[in-house]
Structures are given as structure tokens and as C-alpha cells.
């Protein structure tokens, strides 16, 4: 590792192998928590690079315990996080929306690290259960058309870097991989990054899959369709930017979508919104999110998406699923 920093120091870059094997090391317990840290820090000052990512991308997948759900052509809708926007939890709301409107969903997440409240945070305040048993899973997919892949359970090689990445309590490019390793590999994928190099990063890493895939960033620095201005798409289809207007409703500002100050006020404004309680622009930033991701399993229009996401949240169809979800968890 010491020659490996020193090379790092001094602006080299590594190859996509050499990036494969040091995340296979760390796996290994082969480094002490300091040169982690020292590690972790350099991609703090300088861009990660797209071999580099896609080196430590192989690296999590090999080493993951993976599920297969291919039987059901899920969707994972998955931020990078790390936007310092403290939103509530847009992404995870959208997942249920998704799920409620026929679209099956593989949710990929983890505790916050660099913001209050995770997608995992708020899933294990709201009673629902963490495994990676396979049965459980399928019956989750099944019959509430959502399963949440808690991520510490399918990536245990990951066990030497969780203490440092909450002790750091700062983005890291684990948050920037976080998206790419889902156990369930689903065919469908929706993500939001936090800057538009990482998108383009993204969007050279997606086209060599055989994914469905939209990559969002919104201008203004959000990691999700935030309404507040434009949104930057790439997808395996097209390169385009949605604006508000494209879902036929107003801008927003920032304030209407914040994320509350704990756990368990961002449990509460989510259990606002989805039992039909939230406000315009919370049901509308939910509803364009769910829209895209289900315009992407389902090749339609952002607006036709959006549609048939407001349907699902105003019917009580994706209050139904986490119903359906806390009820298999019990």
C-alpha cells in the first residue's frame, strides 16, 4: 500500500486491474485503517478516473453475495448521495410509487454517510427487514413488488472500510460505486449522481452493459430530478434535458423539498407523502422520479411515466407496498 499512495501522491492513476486487486486487498484485511483512510482521501482531491472506477466496480461485484431476481425485470432507483442537499428521501419514496404502478423493484441502499438519513435509516425506522435470504426477497418482489437489499448484507468485504466511511462522515467513492454494485444486477437502472463528469462517467461505464438505464443529474447539483431546474439525462436510448415543464408542473424551490434534521422527522415527512399527505411539490418531485424510472422499464415518455406515478401515489397503491413489505417483515 505505501508504494501505492506514493504513486497516488504523485498524481499517477492506476489501471483498471491494479484498482480491482487493491479493493480485493482491503476485502482481504490487508491494510491497516489508516492506509484506508489515506487511500480513500486521495479520491477526495483528485477525479476518479473511468478505468479506476470500473476496476473497483469489478471488484465489488466479484466479491458480493449476489441474488439472482432476474425473473422478475427490476428496476434499482439509486442516488450516489453525497449532494449536500438533504432532501428527504426522494429516491426511496420513488421506489415504492415505482413499485405500486406494476414495476418491480430491487432497492439498493445503505445507512447515510454524508447526509442524515439513508435509504436504510428510514427503511429500518419504518419496521421493515434486512435480509439476504433469497426466499424473503422473492416474496418480497412477489407480493409488495419491492425487496430492499440492505447493502452491508451482500458486500461483507466491505466490513474493513463501513467504520472509516462513518468516522470520515464524508462523501467517498463508495458513494459513487454504491449504484453500480447491486446484487440483483437488475436490467433496469435508474441513477442520480451529484456531478455531470460523474454521469458522463457513469453513462461510458452503462453503454457497454445490456442495461436499460437513465443517469440523472440535475444542473443545480442535485443527485435526482429535483424541479428546481433543469435535469441532465443520459440514457441507452438518448441525451436529453428535462425541465419542469416536461411533467407539467412549476418549479420548485429548494426549501420545498428538504429532508427534516433526523431520522425521525424524515420518517415522518415520508410517511406523509406516501400515505397521500404530502405537499404539491413533494408529491411532484416523488411522482417525476418514480416517472422516470418507470418510463425507463416501461419505454414511455417522462410525462406518460409521471402519469401513471401520480396514479400509483394518489390510489394508495404505493402506500399499499410498504404495507405490504413492514407486514412480510413482521
Avoid at 173 to 202: C, D, H, T
Avoid at 243 to 265: C, H, M, N, T
Wanted: proline content about 3%; hydrophobic content about 40%.
Amino acid at each position: 500500500m505505501k508504494e501505492l499512495l506514493n504513486r497516488l501522491i504523485n498524481h499517477e492513476i492506476l489501471t483498471k486491474d491494479e484498482a480491482k486487486e487493491v479493493l480485493v486487498n482491503i476485502a482481504k484485511g490487508e491494510y491497516n485503517q489508516s492506509q484506508i483512510a489515506a487511500f480513500l482521501t486521495v479520491y477526495m482531491m483528485r477525479s476518479i478516473t473511468v478505468k479506476e472506477l470500473e476496476g473497483f466496480r469489478d471488484a465489488l461485484l466479484e466479491l458480493c453475495l449476489a441474488v439472482d431476481l432476474s425473473a422478475y425485470n427490476s428496476i434499482d432507483l439509486c442516488g450516489t448521495g453525497g449532494d449536500g442537499k438533504d432532501t428527504f428521501n426522494i429516491s426511496t419514496l420513488a421506489s415504492f410509487i415505482t413499485a405500486g404502478a406494476g414495476v418491480k423493484v430491487a432497492k439498493h441502499g445503505n445507512y447515510g454517510v454524508s447526509s442524515k438519513c439513508g435509504s436504510s435509516n428510514v427503511m429500518e425506522y419504518l419496521g421493515v427487514k434486512f435480509s439476504n435470504d433469497k426466499d424473503f426477497l422473492e416474496r418480497s418482489i412477489d407480493q409488495a413488488g419491492i425487496c430492499v437489499l440492505h447493502a452491508p448484507l451482500f458486500h461483507p468485504a466491505m466490513k474493513n472500510v463501513a467504520p472509516i466511511r462513518r468516522e470520515l462522515a464524508v462523501k467517498t467513492f463508495f458513494n459513487i460505486l454504491g449504484p453500480m454494485v447491486n446484487p440483483a444486477s437488475p436490467k433496469n437502472q435508474m441513477v442520480g449522481v451529484f456531478n455531470l463528469e460523474l454521469a458522463r462517467m457513469y453513462g461510458y461505464l452503462y453503454q457497454n452493459t445490456d442495461k436499460n438505464y437513465t443517469i440523472l443529474h440535475a444542473l443545480d447539483g442535485y443527485d435526482e430530478i429535483s424541479l428546481t431546474g433543469n435535469t441532465k439525462t443520459i440514457s441507452n436510448k438518448i441525451d436529453a434535458m428535462l425541465s419542469p415543464e416536461d411533467f407539467g408542473v412549476p418549479a420548485l424551490q429548494q426549501q420545498d423539498i428538504y429532508g427534516g434534521d433526523s431520522i425521525k422527522s424524515a420518517a415522518a415527512i415520508f410517511m406523509n407523502v406516501i400515505s397521500g399527505k404530502g405537499t404539491e411539490a413533494q408529491n411532484n418531485v416523488v411522482c417525476a422520479n418514480a416517472g422516470v424510472a418507470i418510463a425507463t422499464a416501461k419505454d414511455l415518455t417522462p410525462k406518460q411515466g409521471f402519469e401513471l406515478a401520480k396514479e400509483s401515489l394518489l390510489s394508495g397503491k404505493g402506500l399499499q407496498a410498504l404495507k405490504t413489505l413492514q407486514k412480510l417483515s413482521a
